[in-house]
């Protein structure tokens, strides 16, 4: 999931590098920018910490549930049983990456709490 906020704000680091502004006003800009990312890599940690110690079995089986409908979906289409559209493959590449961020900071708040 970190990945994908630092994916966010690349384009934006990349546009102010290319501003024809003084370098005192691109260093302020990338500033800004790594508050604002730093400050959503923070929610994103703590929304899977509090993910790690709910006592609903729903609360942290969400992700395993969606991952397997949706490779299920894949599996689907890869047999001819169902018509996958290529939205679902690129959600699956997104899921995927958000997925093993998740479970890495599952684990790692865990052990923080142990």
């Not at 680091?13 to 920018?33: C, G, I, P, Y």
């Amino acid at each position: 999931m970190l990945d994908f906020i630092q994916n966010i704000f690349k384009p934006a680091a990349e546009l102010v590098d290319n501003l024809h502004t003084s370098d005192e006003e691109k260093l302020k800009l990338r500033n800004e920018f790594a508050k604002i990312q730093a400050g959503l890599s923070k929610e994103a940690v703590g929304l899977m910490k509090a993910e790690a110690s709910s006592e609903h079995w729903i609360v942290a089986a969400w992700r395993p549930i969606c991952a397997l409908a949706l490779f299920g979906l894949i599996l689907a289409d890869g047999y001819g049983v169902a018509t996958a559209p290529p939205q679902v493959y690129d959600l699956a590449q997104i899921f995927l990456s958000v997925y093993g961020g998740g479970r890495s900071l599952e684990k790692i708040a865990k052990g923080f709490r142990k």
